[in-house]
């Protein structure tokens, strides 16, 4: 097995993530690239597993309750237990602020 990647393929990773690479850096990384390709392809030596368990353990038998439209409220009796409104409107806290 390969130590390394060659030149071209980490100049084309490095095209991929739109970065530019010394040839320090090049050297660098057609090693340290191999070593993590190598840990990733241990996957596949991984003894036992089924596809179908990749996907989820459980039976995705779930199925969500139908939309059934009800009857509608009137604003008047919705404002009656809101702490805060304007108008129509409901005032609610702020979640996001701007400077987040």
Known sequence: MEEKLT?????????????KLTDKEIEKFQIELKQLLNEVEKINDVKGYDDDILIAP??????????????????KEVLKN???????????????????
Request: proline share 10%; aromatic share 4%; charged share 30%.
């Open 58 to 75: 459980w039976d995705n038998s779930t199925e969500p309750r139908k939309d059934i439209p009800g009857e509608m409220l009137e604003p």
């Open 7 to 19: 030149k071209e393929e980490v100049l084309h990773v490095a095209e991929l993530a739109r970065i």
């Open 82 to 100: 809101v702490p805060h409104h304007s108008g129509n409107f409901i005032e609610v806290p702020v979640v996001i602020s701007e400077g987040a």
